[in-house]
């Protein structure tokens, strides 16, 4: 019996938003990588976003223990365009706790 060994190409893939998805998912990298982090074993992952293949998940975590250092900065570069985007909301929308205690006492009345 002859096992033939093939390179595994990660199942990751950059959108037009430069975000990196997972198998042919919409499935976020970073949502598989902090789930991960935070103790989740791969099965569990995929109970948790159905959409993606146990394979997927294994070879997405085997890709970011080998490349840490590299998806650590991906992670960081996606957190900080996120707070900017929450920054950029929060000066143009008006405060929605405002609204809704105004809500809040049109109801009572």
Not at 17 to 34: C, D, F, K
Not at 44 to 53: E, F, G, N, T, W
Not at 87 to 101: E, N
């Amino acid at each position: 019996m002859n096992l033939t060994l093939e390179q595994e190409i990660p199942p990751l893939s950059e959108d037009a938003t430069g975000a990196i998805r997972v198998g042919n998912t919409r499935i976020l990298l970073e949502l598989v990588i902090r789930a991960f982090q935070d103790g989740a074993s791969a099965e569990s992952i995929v109970q948790r976003y159905s959409s993606l293949s146990l394979s997927d998940v294994y070879l997405t975590i085997g890709y970011y223990l080998r490349h840490q250092h590299a998806v650590e900065l991906y992670l960081d570069q996606r957190e900080q365009l996120a707070e900017s985007i929450r920054q950029h909301l929060s000066s143009v929308q008006p405060d929605l706790s405002l609204i809704r205690s105004r809500l809040l006492n049109q109801q009572k009345s």
